[in-house]
């Protein structure tokens, strides 16, 4: 039998959903990578490349564009809510899209 997993668009949803069914399939442990010989992941997507959607993307808005959500409130997986925010603080000073001076985030306390 051969299983056959679609994700349409390239986006964040698409890459939280990927990075979510390698998380379950991980924690299936040897019945997942049994899993994984006989399952197919086809993405669609519309535009040239894979990467941020319509908020995000440089073509769209500027590179300090801030979204409608906390970046406390983000994340790919459900169990580690303050994931992004943790990214997020490593990667300041790192580029040009966060530079240390414009931001001021403290660990977030759990």
């Known amino acids: 039998m051969a299983y056959r997993f679609t994700i349409i668009g ?3 949803t698409a890459t939280s959903m990927l990075c979510q069914l390698v998380d379950g399939l991980a924690v299936m442990g040897a ?9 197919t992941i086809a993405v669609y997507e519309k535009e040239e490349h894979f ?5 995000h993307s440089e073509h769209n808005v500027l590179p300090l564009h801030i979204t409608n959500m ?4 983000m994340s790919v997986r459900a169990d580690k809510p303050g994931e992004f925010y943790n990214w997020l603080l ?13 931001f001021s985030l403290k660990p977030k306390k759990n």
């Open 10 to 12: 390239g986006g964040l």
């Open 90 to 102: 490593a990667e300041m000073g790192r580029s040009e899209w966060f530079p240390a001076d414009l």
């Open 31 to 39: 019945s997942g990578r049994a899993l994984c010989h006989v399952l």
């Open 70 to 73: 906390c970046a406390q409130d």
């Open 51 to 55: 990467g941020p959607g319509l908020p």
